[in-house]
T-cell receptor
Framework: NAGVTQTPKFQVLKTGQSMTLQCAQD?????MYWYRQDPGMGLRLIYY???????DKGEVPNGYNVSRLNKREFSLRLESAAPSQTSVYFC?????????????FGDGTRLSIL | GDSVTQMEGPVTLSEEAFLTINCTYT??????LFWYVQYPGEGLQLLLK?????DKGSNKGFEATYRKETTSFHLEKGSVQVSDSAVYFC?????????????FGQGTRLTINP
């Protein structure tokens, strides 16, 4: 019963370093998402992938890139990390179509940029 | 754009007290509405949902009714337990899109004292 698995769980970077956050789901979901969670601001969508082979920007895409490697995996890359990207990052997945499809979340990656 | 506003926390109650967490939304279409819960150190879990006006979502003693006339989806529980201590997020998704992009409120931290 793995669900959505994120790696790593914690990471500390220096400003300017690059890093890729990994996400994999085993529920055969078509859609996958990356969010960031900051205090007092809820979760904000960074990028999403409605289906394998497609990606789209969310609310806060600047400074990030994504890759939908296959149906299971959706990675988030920080090319040149900045202190403003210190946050908790969550990956989620869902079925596509219909109304009210719930999203299933991983346990998050806590990222600190010094 | 779409938005969700939750009552500000933190909220502290005694065990067996009645809980209400207010949530109102702004949306151009006919969104689906959700409550997610986040326990310490974990990702978000779906608590309940409603997909059309006057629907009532319920789970684990929690309830929320989709009120189109007041654009609200308030979360209620008749008798809270210490184990209900968590952060609660109200969210909406546009039902017309293939990928269920979620818009979250800022979250309400709930603490239940024995």
């Amino acid at each position: 019963n793995a669900g959505v698995t994120q790696t790593p769980k914690f990471q500390v970077l220096k400003t300017g370093q690059s890093m890729t956050l990994q996400c994999a789901q085993d529920m055969n979901h078509n859609s996958m998402y990356w969010y960031r969670q900051d205090p007092g601001m809820g979760l904000r969508l960074i990028y999403y992938s409605a289906s394998e082979g497609t990606t789209d920007k969310g609310e806060v895409p600047n400074g990030y890139n994504v890759s939908r490697l296959n149906k299971r995996e959706f990675s988030l890359r920080l090319e040149s990390a900045a202190p403003s990207q210190t946050s908790v990052y969550f990956c989620a997945s869902s079925r596509t179509g219909g109304s009210g499809q719930p999203q299933h979340f991983g346990d998050g990656t806590r990222l600190s940029i010094l | 754009g779409d938005s969700v506003t939750q009552m500000e926390g933190p909220v502290t109650l005694s065990e067996e007290a009645f809980l209400t967490i207010n949530c109102t939304y702004t949306a151009t279409g006919y969104p689906s509405l959700f409550w997610y819960v986040q326990y310490p150190g974990e990702g978000l879990q779906l608590l309940l949902k409603a997909t059309k006006a006057d629907d009532k979502g319920s789970n684990k003693g929690f309830e929320a009714t989709y009120r189109k006339e007041t654009t609200s989806f308030h979360l209620e529980k008749g008798s809270v337990q210490v184990s209900d201590s968590a952060v609660y997020f109200c969210a909406l998704s546009d039902r017309n899109q293939g990928a269920q992009k979620l818009v979250f409120g800022q979250g309400t931290r709930l603490t239940i004292n024995p």
